[in-house]
């Protein structure tokens, strides 16, 4: 991690299997990385697991689409607030991929943490061919979403990821 960046939103990508959990909590201890933080489907955030991912910093996410009348909050804003000033330095874990399958485009509500927060994306990576880990670039968002995207999938279509039967390079 960049000694100089603060709290920031840090994608992990490719996402083809449950093991880049393993390796990413690894690879969090390594770079020094403090209080981070990760998302994870709120149907895991039940005992005995709950406690658990917790203690290594895990946001249950209600992924169940929204309906008419809804109210709740924008996961956007609520992201955004774990990343406001005055609130801790933390490292905000994201897959926008939002599944260990193959997809055809990736979730862009990390990228609008980041602009509504006013944090660099941090782009971390496992490469299983090079046997690597770590932060491969750090994006500024700049409000233009599709240039930036570019530069992101661009960095991540040169990742080698565990299971590349389960990634489409975008």
Same mark, same amino acid.
């Given at each position: 991690m960049p000694?100089?960046? &603060?709290?920031?939103?840090?994608? &992990?990508?490719p996402h083809t299997s449950n093991w880049d959990f393993i390796y990413a909590v690894a690879a969090w201890d390594l770079m020094g990385i403090t209080n981070p933080r990760f998302t994870i489907k709120k149907e895991w955030m039940v005992f005995? #697991?709950?406690y658990f991912l917790e203690s290594l910093g895990a946001i249950g996410i209600?992924?169940?689409?929204?309906?008419?009348?809804?109210?709740r909050p924008s996961m956007v804003d609520?992201?955004? +607030?774990?990343?406001?000033?005055?609130?801790?330095?933390t490292a905000l874990l994201v897959t926008p991929e939002g599944t260990r399958s193959p997809?055809?485009?990736? +979730?862009?509500? #990390?990228?609008?943490?980041?602009? +509504?927060?006013?944090?660099?994306?941090?782009?971390?990576?496992?490469? #299983? +061919?090079?046997?690597e880990a770590g932060i491969g670039m750090v994006i500024y968002p700049s409000g233009d979403i599709d240039k930036d995207f570019r530069k992101i999938l661009d960095f991540y279509n040169q990742v080698t990821p565990y299971n590349p039967d389960n990634y489409i390079p975008l």
């Open positions: 000694e100089d960046i &603060g709290s920031c939103v840090v994608v &992990g990508a005995p #697991f709950k209600d992924r169940s689409p929204k309906t008419p009348g809804d109210q609520e992201m955004a +607030k774990l990343l406001a000033p005055g609130q801790p330095q997809v055809k485009r990736w +979730k862009k509500g #990390f990228y609008h943490v980041a602009l +509504k927060s006013n944090t660099p994306i941090c782009l971390g990576y496992l490469d #299983f +061919k090079k046997r």
